[in-house]
């Protein structure tokens, strides 16, 4: 369940959707971006580092399906559930379900560098297993270092 967008997937476990709405529903009440201009900034936030991914390194990100933005839904063509549901919300599983996904993020990890990028976004699930390859989502809360004053978040503090 995360807590700033509503997350949809498809019946047969293809499609993914981001929906930026707050769903009360589906949040229970627990939704931490209630500020419909605080929506809007993590809606655009993602958009704008997902398809500059895409652009840049499209094997690291899901492929984009479509971007409805009208109605601020994203949809993602995946393979089954994310990274920490397919590995049954334990880092025990990791390996068994992606023998070497620790290099696998080291390179996702590498491209944010590169491209003066912090994302705080790392939680297993924020990646999917899409034919055998880790796929970074959740790009709402990453900032690049001009964001930051040209400061790096540990000198920031």
Request: hydrophobic share 30%; net charge negative.
């Amino acid at each position: 369940n995360n807590l700033i967008y509503t997350s949809l997937i498809s019946t047969d476990k293809k499609t993914f959707c981001q929906w930026y709405h707050n769903d009360t529903e589906y949040h229970n009440g627990q939704n931490q971006v209630v500020d419909p201009s605080k929506m809007e900034e993590k809606w655009l936030r993602e958009i704008n580092y997902l398809t500059h991914m895409r652009n840049n390194y499209p094997d690291l990100v899901p492929k984009i399906i479509n971007i409805d933005l009208e109605r601020k839904k994203l949809y993602l063509e995946v393979d089954g559930p994310d990274f920490w549901e397919q590995a049954g919300c334990d880092m025990a599983n990791y390996d068994a379900v992606l023998p070497d996904w620790q290099d696998q993020m080291i390179e996702i990890v590498k491209a944010h560098k590169a491209r003066g990028w912090y994302k705080y976004s790392m939680h297993p699930s924020s990646y999917f297993v899409v034919d055998g390859k880790l796929k970074s989502i959740n790009y709402f809360f990453t900032y690049h270092t001009d964001s930051l004053g040209g400061k790096t978040p540990e000198s920031s503090s």
